[in-house]
């Protein structure tokens, strides 16, 4: 799920004028709202949940905030995804929490405004038993991996449709200038896709 203009209101104040118990600084509850739930985050990593907690698009309004004000007023955009609806409720739990404790704690107010949400969704497990063991057969290993990143594929298995993805590694992600897959990896995934086309049984043809 997504937030695009969420907004924290505290009371905008003189930096030098307005001593540490009297700010109620949008900008550090803020921050703190970032820290705590990197926090959550990382305890949910320890378990063993694979998710992804994104902030961006932070911006207080330049005209009234010139590096000497206390921050009365800031937006962030805010992104959530893992690989299970029950992870998505808990996180969802845990951020309205934190956003009350950290409002109450530091005189501000948190609105998360209007958001966005998707479904977490599956692969096909027999599918992707079968592009495990057709890895096997071909000498590969084989590392199953989550995907956080949005692709038809996730479009393909909500509608009904046997689906699974083979990952080809890059030194430096994709969509970027400096992306680095060797033709020797993609060789191999092009290899294991079309073995898995001639072999009976197959969801996709079937």
Known sequence: FRYTAARVTGIWAHSGATPHGYRQDAALATADLMM??????DAREAEGEAMTVTFGCLTTDPAL????????????????????????????????RLAADIAHERGVTIELGS????????????????????ASTLGLPCLRLPSGAGHDAAALAAAG?????????????????????????????VKLLARLAETPCNPLRD
């Open 161 to 189: 449709i046997p689906t699974g993805m083979i990952f080809v590694r890059n030194a430096n992600g994709s969509h970027n200038p400096d992306e680095a897959m060797e033709e020797a990896d993609l060789y191999t995934a």
């Open 115 to 134: 958001r966005m949400d998707w479904d977490a969704v599956a692969c096909d497990g027999a599918l992707l038993e079968r592009m495990a063991g057709m």
């Open 65 to 96: 905030h010139g590096g000497s004000r206390v921050a009365g007023d800031l937006t962030f955009a805010l992104d959530i995804r893992a690989g299970s609806q029950a992870m998505l409720d808990r996180a969802s739990v845990a951020l309205d």
């Open 36 to 41: 705590r739930l990197q926090g959550w985050w």
